[in-house]
Each structure stands twice: as structure tokens, then as C-alpha cells.
């Protein structure tokens, strides 16, 4: 019997995964409560088992603490030759690892993109247009991260993103994420959410859904904890071992992270300020802290060009003409000065653009 494991995006087991004569675990399951014997056929000659990372959770607790005997035995009932394993609990991989039975084991870990020089030219030479206003971080970010391209494998690199809120830290890890894996999506998560029992659940270990499971799902190895300053301090201590050597371990799963830009996010103003209210233990696992600074005027006016053409392709041609004509960019641009961040300006140019448009209603 062949066990082939896959850690790794969801995208890519697919890819991993015959077109034809498989049976999935949720099928499996399925035939196997099912009365009828024409639902069990159906799945009588499939030459794969593949099972998802999201069909663990289904299955009775049994299941998983005999994985091994249950997959063998159902082998004889539906036929298949090799188990395809996406992202398996730590508690199946240990039934693998320790089997006295022959059988043929292989594990496949996705190779996430590692950031390279080509990476950081690119990052220096589009950030100004990109990121309005923060000239200061670009250097900074570009010296916290030039030592992830030397050879060999690294801890993650842990950034705090500090400073007044919508002046671009989010946009800067997405940015960054761009560049580095063009297409695929960030992996980020808004710890002000973080705060009752289900999200502790969700930090430390739960069988359904996961912050460990969701890390092996991940596309990127960047990521982004957005608003890391409104999590409860009980969460912390969940991200000591992650900082420190790149592995994340809760009680179904252990993921390593190795080569992973970590992106924290914060609106505190200093790093004394931020010292002080999340506590040293987890203050000094930071690598970089890295400070925005409020927007200037021309940062500002920069933006309302830029949110203007990108809401402006939302209308249809002759709404747009509408628009136009209304001179909503002149019209912003007068009151700038009193225009905080990037957030409060798309808020009232969506605002703006809607109000020559009433009339044709």
C-alpha cells in the first residue's frame, strides 16, 4: 500500500490527485452508512483514497486514533492501491511513521517562492508608487529583509508595521506578497477578532478549524497579522515558538515556517509604547520594527488620484462621463488638508462620485 502525504495549498493536492478512480474520505464514509449497495458499488473500483484537509474534521474521533488499520481494512472493501494524505493530522503521521507494516511512504512538501534579490529590486523600485508618503519604510523594510536572500534556510522574519491608521502597513504586506508570489493570495488574518473562547479554540487546537490547520492550507509564505494590538494578551504565547524557530504546533498539527516573512500590524506610536502594552516576552521576538508616519499633503493628493481612477472603471461609460464632468478630484484636492488616510479618502470619493448620479434616478 502506497501513503503519499501532501503538505501544502489545497491548489496544488489537486493537482496531485487522478481524475478518475477516486474515492474521496467523505465518500468513503458515505458508502459505508448508506444502506444501498448500488451507492457502495459506485466506489468498489477506485485505485486512490484522497482526502482532503478539511475532511478530517468529519469523521468520529476513532477514525483518526486508528487511521491506519481503518485505511488498510477499507482497502479490501473498496480496492484502492494508495492514500493521497492532504495536510493529515500530526496523530496520523505518527501512525506512518512508527508502522511496522511494509508499506511504501512519501512525503511531499510544497516549496513555497523565497524572497531573492530580484525580489527586494523590485520592491525598491515600485514601492513609492505603491506606498504614498512613506519613503522612510521603504529602506528600512528592504534592510530588514535583505538577509532572508543568503543562502540556506531561515527563521521567520518577524516585522511590526507601526504607526497611524490607513498609511499603508497592510497595503505594504500585500505589496511585498505581490512581488514575491504574484498571484496568490496573502495569507492574513485580523487578530481584533481574537478575543472569545472560539478563537481560542481556533489558536490552540481545534479538530474542525485551526490556526495551525490554516497555515498548511496557506498559499504564501508571507504573512500578515493585521491589528496584532487589539488581540488579547492571552494569545500571545501562542506565537513565541512561530517567532522564534518557525514552527507553529497546537494539538492536532505542526507546521514549520521556515523562510516565512511575518508581517505584524499596530497603531502605536513608538516601540516604547509598543514595549509597554503588549509586554516584553513577546516585544523582544520581534526582528524589525518599522515606523509610519502621518500622510503628507502630496502623499494624500497622490492617493485621491489614484482611488479616483481605480473607483472611476466601477461605472458604467456614461456614468463615468457624469463623473467627470462634476471635477470631483479638484474638488477633494481643495479640502485635503483635512483628509486623515487612504481609508477616510476612498470612503467620501465613493461618496462624491455617487451624488451627480442622483438626478438620472
Given amino acids: 500500500m502506497k501513503f503519499k502525504v501532501f503538505n501544502g495549498p489545497k ?13 474521496t474520505l467523505s465518500n468513503l464514509v458515505r458508502s459505508l452508512d448508506s444502506k444501498e449497495t448500488s451507492f457502495s458499488d459506485t466506489y468498489s473500483d477506485c485505485y486512490t483514497l484522497a482526502i482532503y484537509s478539511d475532511e478530517y474534521s468529519g469523521v468520529a474521533d476513532f477514525f483518526i486514533e486508528g487511521f491506519l488499520i481503518y485505511s488498510l481494512l477499507f482497502a479490501d472493501k473498496f480496492g484502492y492501491e494508495e492514500v493521497l494524505l492532504h495536510n493529515p493530522p500530526a496523530k496520523i503521521l505518527h501512525q506512518l ?10 512525503v511531499d512538501n510544497y ?17 513609492d508608487n505603491i506606498i504614498y508618503g512613506q519613503s522612510n519604510v521603504k529602506n528600512e523594510l528592504l534592510a ?3 538577509s532572508m536572500t543568503n543562502k540556506g534556510v531561515h527563521k521567520p522574519t518577524v516585522i511590526m508595521l507601526y504607526g497611524p491608521t490607513s ?16 498571484k496568490k ?24 478549524n485551526s490556526f495551525a490547520k490554516d497555515l498548511l492550507d496557506r498559499e504564501t509564505n508571507i504573512i500578515l497579522l493585521d491589528e496584532f494590538d487589539k488581540a488579547h494578551s492571552m494569545f500571545y504565547s501562542a506565537f513565541y515558538q512561530l517567532f522564534d524557530e518557525g514552527v507553529y504546533t497546537d494539538k492536532f498539527y505542526e507546521v514549520n515556517l521556515e523562510n516565512t516573512i511575518i508581517f505584524c500590524t499596530s497603531n502605536y506610536q513608538s516601540e516604547k509604547e509598543i514595549k509597554k502594552n503588549l509586554g516584553a516576552p513577546i516585544y523582544s521576538r520581534f526582528d524589525h520594527f518599522i515606523r509610519f508616519e502621518e500622510l503628507t499633503t502630496f502623499a494624500k493628493e497622490a492617493i485621491i488620484d489614484r482611488v479616483y481612477e481605480e473607483e472611476l472603471t466601477k461605472f458604467n461609460e456614461d456614468d463615468q462621463k457624469e463623473i467627470e464632468n462634476f471635477g470631483i478630484k479638484n474638488k477633494l484636492k481643495s479640502k485635503v488638508t483635512s ?9 467620501i470619493m465613493i461618496q462624491t462620485m455617487s451624488y451627480p448620479l442622483i438626478s438620472k434616478l
Avoid at 12 to 18: A, I, L, Q, S, T
Avoid at 185 to 207: A, T, W
Avoid at 339 to 347: H, P, Q, S, T
Wanted: proline share 1%; no cysteine.
Fill in 11 to 23: 491548489s496544488e493536492f489537486d493537482k496531485r490527485v487522478p481524475t478518475e478512480y477516486v474515492l
Fill in 97 to 106: 511513521q512508527t508502522s511496522h507494516t511494509e508499506l511504501e511512504i512519501s
Fill in 111 to 127: 516549496k513555497y517562492s523565497k524572497l531573492n534579490l530580484r525580489h527586494l529590486r523590485a520592491v525598491k523600485q515600485d514601492f
Fill in 144 to 146: 530588514s529583509l535583505y
Fill in 167 to 182: 498609511v499603508g502597513k497592510t497595503e505594504t504586506a500585500k505589496f511585498v506578497n505581490k512581488v514575491v508570489n504574484s
Fill in 185 to 208: 493570495k496573502l495569507f492574513r488574518k485580523q487578530l481584533s477578532m481574537f478575543h472569545n473562547e472560539n478563537f481560542m479554540n481556533y489558536i490552540f487546537g481545534d479538530k474542525s
Fill in 339 to 347: 483628509l486623515n488616510n487612504a481609508r477616510e479618502i476612498r470612503k
